[in-house]
């Protein structure tokens, strides 16, 4: 039972709970247990909103606390619980075992105090190992650690999830939950306690469990003579993407010094990699900042753990506030001598994690014994075993949970593989969501690398047509944080027709399909997942459906290919859908266009191919490149799996997000990658804020900075990092100085404020030669709302798996004049492979891409026979070709080339077209193209001549290379004429 809103004046229970962090929820989940009437009371929109939603998810093992004090008690035997309760209640949990690490003769004589501390609380599988064995089991360690404490019985959970499920678990036995209610006074009364909250609601009980985190303190000490007090004590964070996860197995601590314990490294449940915390006294108990100092110290102390430490996989940063004991050093627990029935699960720093299930397990008994509870008989149909993620499930499993509900097929966020139907789950749960993070916390949609850039439009459409809750009603962190300034009067609707009409096209191209034995036929009542999971051949597969994808779709067909062309959207064309500015085609169709109109031009080409078959909302979810190239898919029209011997990835890219960009401050709502206020605006109706600053100047920055303008937004400036633009000069015209845009180069945000909705951001002049913010320069700029243009990285998560060769430079693959990459008959372009400035580049190398996979495909097949092509052939084929292989590099003046390698073939053909960006600005230049021969000699190739060269405009040139037959390898050089 949920409470979402106000409850009346004098409501009873025979326990009321104070907060729904993970004590509080853990206490709900025991009291189920009884034939008791309660209630939780939560000051925040959703559970753990406090210490357990924002630390490390340590479940720790027991050594560190004093011998003989709560903290040891309870976290022995917390420890000891989590594993059960995982297993009953399906949270994430595992024993990964952690390391704390010695880097000095002072360490180590902390790690062998924290080793007889350890076993005077009774923890089992401690050790004490050397530097080289702890670098054994964990390479990437320091070479400077000299020894470690081995903690066999360490672990990591996910927090939230577990206080979820004890909290749901609650819920569906009765255990009311009542949001939005700050507890403000409590006090005695007859037979127990009144308890009023901030807006006048009166709640009486006959025991209270004091569960308010930092505020615990204040409720103690409205009912007891015995004060205490409780120190918020803060902690950043840092968040690493799933590639850096595999980095250590462990939890690395670092040993204790008079200095402090230092930061540890660790994976989480997730695979992401956390680095962290600080820990720094405040007075605050609401101010969660991360703070610019704070943030450098976590990476400087971790460097120790992990020398190889980089922020470039850095998705997120965030702060947490613990409730340390003013007074002591211990957890505050159990019933005030002068205040019997009101029991404190106070002080409860580190390891109050751990110890919740305990401590619950206690104060619950005591409640029962006291009130005289008779245990509740449990009912089976109550049970609710918790749903394996579909990120998570099997090929099978997932080709059975789309035949019994096509939603699953329907993958929303694609970074963490979450689907409409989890998501529509987590909407009509036990217990209600009250803001987009509540959902993002619950699924994990909008927590991977694009940080909900993709996702987050299209999950505010989901939100509008289930629960009739409009962007601009609905709250992104904490209430009074909407989503967006505005929205259509209509927008749940609206939402529901856009979700049902690409269903609707969905299920008409399936159903196209159905008379040639295709995965419709799939939805037979009873089939076997080996049934649902249909197989599909083809000459050609392309991933993706933007202009690089469907030129690549349309080009394979003419070279006489069958193909299959799997988009993730219902409709295809990508981003060019919402870009409905002109400027588009000039190059591809010798005419001006909108986005929109350039993809309609596509998407009938390629419906004229009869040979190309569509699959909307189809997205890959695994990947094979063998001498057939295998696609595992989810669609609403069922579980797919498609193979054919060549394979074009134009799977596009996604934007920088805010977490990459280590802004320190609150994490409020009103900041927006530009494409997902775009979205927004242009497809949904939306207006996302009033008063905006743009940071980047990216073409979609300048773009936007002039919609918002025509929308009666005031934007204050485009702040760019560097010294000059990395838009297009006409957009800088067109979209700044047309509008009256100040740009400011040199600059950068720094720190964000506001608690619910960004009210200012603080702006800094960059050290030219550094690029770091210069103390003392910081100005607030007050706004509500900042668009991020910070940059379009290529989206090559399924290509890095299946093990292609990628550039650091442009996070695209490495290919040759094909487009092929270093797996033969893999072929990459548009913006997976570098990023464009013109859509009309990236159909080019579309093209270029689709007919030679198409020729690959061909010419494979007439080896083989079939479609198989012979592994051997291909294999001698790939070695051929790596030994002729030449590489093109960029010389002075030329930040990267692409290709990046000539095949022995590009000196024998027509003209190879090369695309450069330059390394700075130039004026009155040239590119010089040269041949360096194996004897040394440098033969000159080509020179183009410019008038104006810079970074932010890709630059092409075309040239026959029968010239350089022979070479060791191609240059180009930007230079001065």
């Not at 702890?134 to 990591?156: D, N, Y």
């Not at 004991?325 to 019933?335: C, T």
Request: with cysteine; proline share 6%.
């Amino acid at each position: 039972m949920v409470s979402e809103g106000q409850g009346a004046d004098g409501l009873s229970y025979d326990v009321a709970v104070i907060g729904a962090g993970i004590a509080g929820c853990a206490v709900a989940r025991q009291l189920a247990r009884y034939q008791l009437r309660a209630c939780v009371l939560e000051a925040g929109n959703d559970i753990a909103c406090g210490a357990t939603r924002a630390n490390s998810g340590i479940v720790h093992a027991g050594y560190d606390p004093l011998p003989g004090t709560l903290k040891a008690r309870y976290n022995r035997e917390g420890s000891a619980l989590f594993p059960h309760w995982a297993d009953e209640l399906g949270f994430p949990y595992q024993r990964n075992g952690s390391m704390v690490l010695a880097f000095s003769e002072e360490n180590h004589h902390v790690l062998e105090r924290l080793l007889e501390q350890g076993r005077q609380n009774g923890i089992e599988g401690l050790s004490l190992i050397s530097g080289e064995e702890a670098r054994a089991l964990e390479p990437s360690l320091s070479p400077q650690c000299t020894g470690a404490l081995l903690v066999e019985t360490g672990a990591i959970c996910d927090p939230y999830q577990a206080a979820l499920r004890c909290a749901e678990w609650a819920a569906e036995r009765g255990v009311e939950f009542r949001f939005n209610h700050p507890v403000a006074r409590v006090g005695k009364e007859e037979g127990g306690y009144r308890l009023e909250t901030s807006d006048g609601a009166v709640v009486r009980a006959r025991c209270v469990v004091n569960a308010a985190g930092v505020f615990s303190d204040e409720m103690h000490n409205q009912v007891s003579a015995e004060k205490i007090a409780i120190t918020p004590r803060r902690g950043d964070y840092e968040l690493l993407s799933t590639d850096f996860g595999p980095t250590f197995q462990r939890t690395m601590f670092q040993a204790p010094t008079a200095a402090g314990k230092g930061v540890l490294v660790t994976p989480t449940v997730h695979g992401n990699l956390i680095l962290g915390p600080t820990a720094v006294a405040q007075s605050s108990k609401t101010d969660i900042s991360t703070a610019p100092e704070g943030l450098q110290e976590v990476a400087k102390k971790a460097a120790l753990t992990w020398p190889a430490l980089t922020l470039r996989g850095l998705i997120a940063n965030f702060a947490g506030l613990r409730a340390s004991n003013a007074n002591g050093y211990d957890f505050v627990i159990g019933q005030p001598a002068d205040a019997p029935g009101f029991f404190d699960i106070a002080c409860l720093d580190s390891p109050g994690l751990t110890s919740a299930p305990a401590i619950a397990v206690n104060i619950v008994n005591q409640i029962a014994q006291l009130l005289e509870a008779e245990e509740r008989l449990e009912e089976p149909a109550l049970e609710t075993p918790r749903p394996v993620p579909f990120s998570q499930m099997t090929s099978e499993q997932r080709a059975q949970a789309v035949a019994e509900d096509p939603a699953y097929g329907h993958v929303v966020c694609r970074c963490c593989s979450v689907t409409e139907a989890e998501i529509t789950a987590a909407l009509h749960g036990p217990i209600p969501v009250l803001s987009l993070d509540a959902l993002k916390w619950r699924t994990r949609a909008m927590m991977g690398g694009c940080h909900g850039g993709f996702c987050t439009p299209e999950i505010a459409e989901i939100v509008g047509r289930e629960l009739a809750i409009a962007p601009d009603q609905l709250d992104k962190r904490l209430a009074g944080s909407p989503l967006t300034a505005s929205a259509p009067a209509a927008y749940g609707t609206l939402a529901a027709r856009a979700l049902e009409e690409g269903n609707r096209r969905a299920r008409a191209l399936a159903a196209q399909d159905s008379g040639r034995g295709s995965e419709a036929a799939a939805f037979a009542e009873g089939a076997s997942p080996e049934d649902v999971l249909v197989s599909r051949m083809f000459d050609v597969i392309v991933l993706g459906g933007g202009a690089a994808g469907l030129a690549a779709a349309r080009s394979a067909s003419d070279a006489g290919a069958t193909v299959a062309l799997l988009d993730r959207d219902a409709e295809q064309g990508g981003i060019l859908k919402q870009c409905v500015h002109s400027g588009f085609g000039l190059h591809h169709f010798k005419e001006e266009l909108t986005g929109p109109e350039y993809a309609a031009r596509e998407i009938a080409a390629v419906g004229q191919r009869g040979s190309v078959e569509v699959f909307p909302e189809a997205t890959a979810l695994a990947l094979e490149c063998g001498p057939l190239k295998t696609v595992q898919a989810a669609t609403p029209a069922g579980a797919l799996r498609f193979s054919a011997p060549a394979l074009v990835l134009a799977t596009g890219s996604r934007e920088r997000g805010q977490g990459a960009l280590n802004m320190a401050g609150s994490r409020p709502a009103g900041v927006y990658s530009a494409g997902t206020a775009q979205n927004f605006m242009n497809l949904q109706g939306c207006l996302p804020g009033k008063r905006v600053v743009v940071l980047g100047s990216g073409d979609i920055g300048l773009i936007m900075a002039r919609r918002m303008a025509l929308q009666g937004a005031e934007v204050l400036g485009v702040y760019e990092l560097m010294d000059t633009p990395s838009g297009l000069r006409r957009n800088i015209v067109q979209c700044l100085d047309d509008f009256g845009i100040p740009l400011h180069l040199g600059r950068t945000v720094t720190r964000l404020e506001g608690e619910g909705r960004l009210s200012a951001v603080y702006v800094s002049e960059v050290n030219p030669a550094t690029r770091t913010p210069i103390p003392g320069t910081e100005q607030r700029v007050e706004c509500d709302t900042l668009l991020l243009s910070v940059g379009l990285i290529p989206e090559n998560k399924l290509v890095k798996a299946a093990g292609v060769q990628l550039s650091p430079i442009t996070g695209g693959a490495l290919v040759n004049e094909r487009m092929e990459t270093s797996l033969p008959g893999v072929f990459v372009c548009g913006n997976a492979l570098h990023i464009h400035d013109l859509v009309d580049f990236a159909s080019a190398e579309g093209e270029v891409a689709g007919a030679a996979a198409a020729r690959w495909a061909k010419g494979e097949r007439g080896r083989a026979g079939n479609c198989a092509p012979a592994a051997g052939a291909v294999a001698a084929d790939a070695a051929g070709e790596a030994a002729a292989a030449v590489d093109v590099s960029p010389g002075e003046g030329v930040r990267y080339v692409v290709p990046q390698r000539l095949s022995a073939a590009a000196f024998e053909g027509g003209p190879v077209k090369f695309s450069l960006r330059v390394g700075r600005p130039f004026r009155n230049g040239r590119i010089r193209v040269e041949a360096l021969l194996p004897t040394g000699e440098v033969r000159l190739l080509k020179k183009k001549p410019f008038m104006v060269a810079v970074p932010a405009e890709m630059m092409q040139l075309e040239l026959p290379l029968d010239e350089a037959a022979g070479c060791a390898e191609v240059r180009l050089i930007a230079e001065e004429a």
